[in-house]
């Protein structure tokens, strides 16, 4: 069973077509990326695998859970980090996590919450109200916050928008671990060399349409350099 099963994914605003039409399944165990200029869709998409919008018509599931009809169990298998940096102000790191594990229902999880807090370098802003937060600290954060339920499936709207070299790295790094761990990745960016980096599978989305769907090296083989910047411009 794929991991995630997105069918025939319509969405308009208004006159707007945001998606036309998106099918694409990734496998358990995938790290797939999703390719993609701005105003592609890809957190139009992102935000329907999440549950957050609704598509007109189609399917998104995860794990074989349909994400409208069978939201909660859908959710439960689904880490989420969005692209903006959204936190309740007067809340520590640590009570930030743990409202999260409240969400899924999960209690006694501190244990869990330190060693996802270490891994991020987050355990000395542990006490710290996120509002006080770099923009790097909050990146950090929500990556955390999208780990406390351990999802099989995680899924990140640019995770390495606007941060520095070392938190990059330290992103790509955490994130290729849990891949290597078994977690299936679906990671949406810009950037050509990070999907070239991390990514099995690509999927290049364009005006709300997939225009390919390859493994890395297949697609890279098939596009030269210049062509794909036309296509990303
Ligand atoms: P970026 O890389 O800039 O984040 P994206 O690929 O994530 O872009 P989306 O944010 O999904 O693209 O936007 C797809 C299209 O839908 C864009 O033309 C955008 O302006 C439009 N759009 C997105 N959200 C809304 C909304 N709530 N209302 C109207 N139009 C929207």
Not at 19 to 28: D, R
Not at 177 to 196: C, D, F, K, P, S
Request: charged share 25%; glycine share 8%; proline share 3%.
């Amino acid at each position: 069973m794929a991991a995630l099963q997105i069918v025939n994914v319509e969405k308009r605003y208004k006159s707007l077509q945001a998606l036309g039409g998106v099918s694409l399944s990734v496998e358990p165990g995938e790290f797939f990326g999703l390719l993609g200029p701005n105003g592609a869709g890809k957190t139009t998409l992102i935000s329907i695998i999440a549950g957050l919008n609704r598509a007109d018509s189609g399917t998104v599931s995860i794990d074989g859970h349909d994400v409208v009809s069978d939201y909660r169990e859908a959710r439960k298998r689904l880490g989420v980090v969005p692209q903006e940096l959204v936190f309740d102000p007067f809340f520590t790191v640590r009570e930030t996590l743990r409202m999260q594990s409240g969400y899924f229902g999960l209690k006694r999880n501190d244990d869990w919450i330190d060693e996802v807090m270490a891994n991020l370098d987050l355990t000395n802003k542990a006490d710290t109200n996120t509002r006080a937060l770099s923009g790097g600290m909050k990146r950090r954060v929500l990556v955390a916050q999208a780990l406390v339920h351990k999802p099989p499936v995680i899924v990140l709207d640019e995770p390495t928008a606007g941060v520095d070299v070392e938190l990059r790295q330290t992103l790509w790094k955490f994130i290729s671990r849990l891949n290597r761990e078994g977690h299936t990745i679906v990671l949406t960016t810009h950037y050509l060399e990070e999907a070239q980096a991390l990514c099995n599978r690509i999927a290049m989305l364009k005006a709300g349409k997939v225009v390919a769907l390859d493994s890395t090296s297949a697609l890279l083989k098939r596009i030269s350099g210049s062509q794909l910047i036309v296509h990303l411009a």
